[in-house]
């Protein structure tokens, strides 16, 4: 391991640490020889949509537990990225906009609310729709699978990335219950509870619930905008009915969510705004680089911004499921998931990052997804075809406003500043046929040959108006027409895969897999600044093609379970978002989604499990890209990007976590350090020294004690205060600055909790 350890930072000399004791451990076949099989579970996923074993499935997939995201206090999907290597989920721009989830090096960094991100989620078999719904709040989990590579045959909507699994826990036929209350640093308050309870001879009722307030670690010294912070609540109500051949499954939720947004930080790149003379790279957002109006928040400290954010955030969403199970007869089982889900958001920002109004306004949306799916699983002997439809109708309306360098009206030339109201209806209709067999060719060799044939049709109705200066007496404005662009498009196509899979030995399995995927194209409804960028907003389908080869091999008798995949992409038409310059001075950017030529990645991956004995257990994985780039590309404003390595994509991705569990007072007491590293990446397709984020590592732990029916538990995130940012959002050649959205700092808690 040590050729693997050496490039990296040093920051991560004690993720290499631990991956060195799994040989050393691995020695001591005395020790290891008395460890029953009964130290290692047998992990189940749904990566073919029932459940497997992990070492049967031909798919690079990460599963957790969802005990894992509670001990750690993990909040919700943005913080899946420690469980999974070559996987990066951000924030983006601030929380409550569609989060930034890349995986392998695809993955969309937009934070425009009506785009769809190549990586899809999945809540209990349901597609979550648009990237505005991927931010889920984890409770009550039962399990996370996390694959990676495209999905272009089972599931919902194409992914030419992958797709992340949430499954939810399911009413049980008895009668328990917990609740949960937690405190922490930056006035975090939360409350978890359930209650699970059998009504029926064939019916149970499970109602969750949690409840979260907190405040943001970035300090605001701007006295004038209040504390900012969020208050989110969600609640999910089960009820399942079980009889002989039929199961039925519903499930409604709610979640309301306000607060204010986490201020954005400033980071100067002008060392003098008279003449804009540049600061160097190092420099930038020191107290010595201003922004073009002469702006700094006179403060070195990382956590520290000055910022007008009177900036409010409001969601609430709603939704409901039906999973109905019928077994016809011992061979066939019918299938159908319907579901609805709403989602009305209304998010302000203050993009400047300083105390004047150079760049406000808010982002407003209201969708509505409607799914259908019906499958057919047969089982013939040791053989599974599965077969099914599926039909997705999203309806997104968008409400925006931008509002530029209101502080500047009757200062500058009045066509700078103005006031940007764009309203889209975005509909889109998916339709698709599907098909996968498992075929047993004998004891050791079984394929996987499946075939999707996909339609999506989609209608855009884009308009837009200005709030400008016409009578330069009168400085509020008046309303003017701006661009008025309707249009629809299509498309249609086959997708699939092919698995091989060999079984080496009673505990080793080797695997090939092809598969392609492609991602519908659409209408790009952010914020466009001229009427000649909505004419060309809307952008065609990608696909993927993927090559991956790969072992999964389980030791139970010695507590250790390893998979390692090989992959190579080839990425045609890739849509990517692109934060251009304009061609006019102190102009807002160009915002692009546009398909490039090709991109090539490939790139190794690799994850070890190891239970020692009952009291001690790690992890770890290790996530490798040196090649992820462009290939030869010139972008609508002449900008070469050949060559450019892709976004958020880290070359190196490194994570471990040790667990130790012994007796205190003849109570179990559980500690746990977890560590994530990634190395250096960029922000944007441009390669911008100054959007740039340097390696870092995360690290979070806990100790867990249990007494009877009580539980606490004391967790940590950040403990040593890393400062990383989720997005730095260059707004250079308009304002002379960059946006910073920072990292969250040290955040701790105790969280008790009662089970009965």
Partial sequence: MKSLCKPISNHVLLLCSSSLILPLSLQAQNEAAVVS?????????????????????????????????????????????????????????????????????????????????????????????????????????????????????????????????????????????????????????????????????????????????????????????????????????????????????????????????????????????LTLQPCSVEQAGSQNCFDNFGFNDGSDDFYTVSVNNDSPHKSDGKGFSAHLNWQINSENELVSISSYNQLERDHAFNCDGSPQRLCEGSLGLDTDFITQELRLATQFGDHTLTTGIYFADESIKQNNVNDILRDYRGILPTNLTATFYYDNQIDTQSLALFSQLDYQLSTKWWIAAGLRYSYESLEYDSLSQLNAIVDPSDLEGAIVPFYHVKGEQSDNGFSGQLSVNYQLSETTNTYYRFANGAKSGGYNGGFLSSPEQAELAAYDKERLNSHEVGTKS???????????????????????????????????????????????????????????????????????????????????????????????????????????????????????????????????????????????????????????????????????????????FDLGPFLGMLEDFKGEGRRYGLDVSYQF
């Fill in 554 to 728: 389980w030791w139970p008798e010695h507590g250790v379970r390893m998979n390692w995949a090989a992959f190579y992409y080839d990425y045609n038409d890739q849509q990517v978002f692109m934060n251009q310059p304009s061609a006019s001075p102190q102009s807002p950017p160009v915002q692009l989604l546009e398909n490039v030529g090709d991109s090539t990645i490939y790139g190794l991956e690799a994850e070890f499990d190891y239970k020692a004995n009952d009291a001690l257990s790690m992890r770890f994985s290790l996530g490798y890209i040196p090649h992820a780039e462009f290939e030869e590309f010139v972008d609508p404003l002449g900008n070469s990007l050949t060559n450019n390595r892709l976004p958020f994509t880290s070359k190196w991705n490194v994570s471990a976590a040790i667990e130790y569990a012994f007796e205190l007072a003849n109570n179990p007491l559980t500690t746990q350090l977890v560590i994530d590293y990634q190395s250096d990446y960029y922000f944007d397709q441009n390669q911008n020294p100054y959007a740039f984020q340097d390696g870092y590592s995360l690290v979070n732990g806990n100790i867990r004690y249990q007494m009877d029916q009580w539980s606490m538990v004391l967790w940590g995130k950040n403990l040593f205060e890393t400062h990383y940012s989720h997005l730095k």
């Fill in 37 to 273: 099989k009964s130290n290692m579970e047998v992990i189940e996923v749904y990566a073919q949509k029932r459940a497997q074993a992990i070492e049967k499935v031909s798919i690079a997939v990460s599963h957790v537990k969802g005990e894992a995201l509670t001990s750690q206090h993990y909040k919700d999907t943005t913080e899946l990225s420690v469980f999974a290597p070559n996987v990066k989920i951000s924030q983006n721009a601030a929380e409550g906009t569609p989060p930034a989830v890349n995986i392998r090096g695809v993955g969309l960094v937009d934070y425009n609310t009506a785009n769809t991100s190549p990586v899809a989620i999945y809540v209990d078999d349901v597609a979550v729709g648009s990237a505005s719904n991927q931010i889920v709040n984890f409770f009550d989990i039962e399990q996370v699978d996390i694959l990676r590579g495209p999905q272009g045959t089972l599931f919902g909507r194409n992914s030419t990335g992958g797709a992340i699994l949430i499954r939810t826990k399911r009413p049980e036929f008895a009668q328990t219950g917990y609740l949960s209350v937690g405190a922490g640093n930056n006035n975090s308050v939360t409350l978890d509870g359930m209650y699970n309870t059998q009504i029926s001879e064939n019916s149970a009722l499970r109602v969750a619930l949690n409840h979260q307030d907190y405040e943001y670690s970035t300090k605001n010294i701007y006295t004038q905008s209040p504390t900012a912070g969020m208050q989110q609540t969600n609640a999910r109500i089960s009820l399942l009915t079980d009889f002989d051949n039929v199961q039925l499954l519903l499930k409604g939720h709610i979640e309301d969510w306000q607060g204010i947004v986490q201020p954005v930080g400033s980071i100067g790149i002008v060392a003098n705004p």
